[in-house]
């Protein structure tokens, strides 16, 4: 699979006149908790040459393709890409922290992860994570037997949203460091569904007790009332930084 991936990325950029500058995977291989069938969900940052940028109109910024059920690739432009940085994109933050990285080209994530604490907006990844904890209580835990993905889906959301109303520090991308905020008393269960979820499929349901039922709803609660409380990004405004950064991947992604 590993093959298939760096073969895409080569047809990719020949196909679009593009360069990949980063790429890493997004998905429950790099949350940590994979099932045997999961597919390979591959994130990349891409750019165009300089002149592509000089026309009247904007063009399309992303490139999604599902190659076929195991594999599914999606990428974004770099002005979007730091534009989304400059407004703490919860879902870029992971990207940039994935353990999985299959690509990385002039020093892409070495570059940016400095400024990812200056950056980063509680309330506005608190709003994403939120949302998906919603979705969640709303559909998925209510009923008797959930799929294990669905309840990893909005458990893992709700750590995060713990980490972040309770730490200064951007919430990690992987389970296992999320589950450092996770009650004591609910550890041994969440431990015996994701060895569970191991060995299951993808469509594989459990039950789920009440009281982690109680804790999912009970972290939204709390973190729908500390939101407008969190810090916003108080350091100096990146755009400049973000801007030079830009311009030099842009000469040397097309140098020439």
């Known amino acids: 699979m590993h093959s298939r991936i760096q073969n895409s990325f080569a047809q990719l950029e020949a196909r679009h006149g593009i360069r990949i500058l980063y790429a890493c995977e997004a998905g429950s291989r790099a949350w940590g908790f994979p099932s045997p069938t999961s597919d390979y969900d591959v994130r990349f940052i891409y750019c165009h040459p300089a002149a592509w940028y000089l026309g009247l109109d904007e063009e399309a910024d992303t490139l999604n393709f599902a190659v076929d059920e195991l594999l599914d690739l999606g990428g974004w432009e770099l002005r979007k890409t730091l534009k989304l940085l400059r407004g703490s994109n919860a879902t870029l933050f992971e990207w940039l922290q994935s353990p999985i990285v299959y690509h ?104 789920v007790s009440a009281v982690l039922r109680e804790f999912v709803q009970q972290e939204y609660t709390a973190a729908s009332a500390s939101r407008a409380s969190l810090p916003v990004p108080r350091g100096p405004e990146p755009t400049a930084e973000l801007n030079g950064l830009f311009r030099q991947w842009l000469q040397a992604a097309f140098p020439g």
């Open 104 to 207: 990385e080209a002039l020093d892409f994530r070495a570059r940016l992860t400095p400024l990812l604490p200056r950056t980063f907006n509680h309330r506005a990844a608190l709003h994403h994570y939120l949302g998906l904890v919603r979705r969640g209580l709303e559909s998925d835990l209510t009923a008797d037997s959930i799929r294990l993905k669905r309840l990893f889906y909005a458990l893992r959301s709700a750590l995060a949203a713990r980490w972040i109303r309770t730490r200064p520090t951007v919430p990690p991308m992987e389970f296992g460091e999320l589950r450092e905020v996770l009650p004591p008393e609910l550890r041994a269960e969440v431990e015996e569904l994701l060895q569970r979820k191991a060995r299951a499929d993808e469509k594989t349901t459990g039950s």
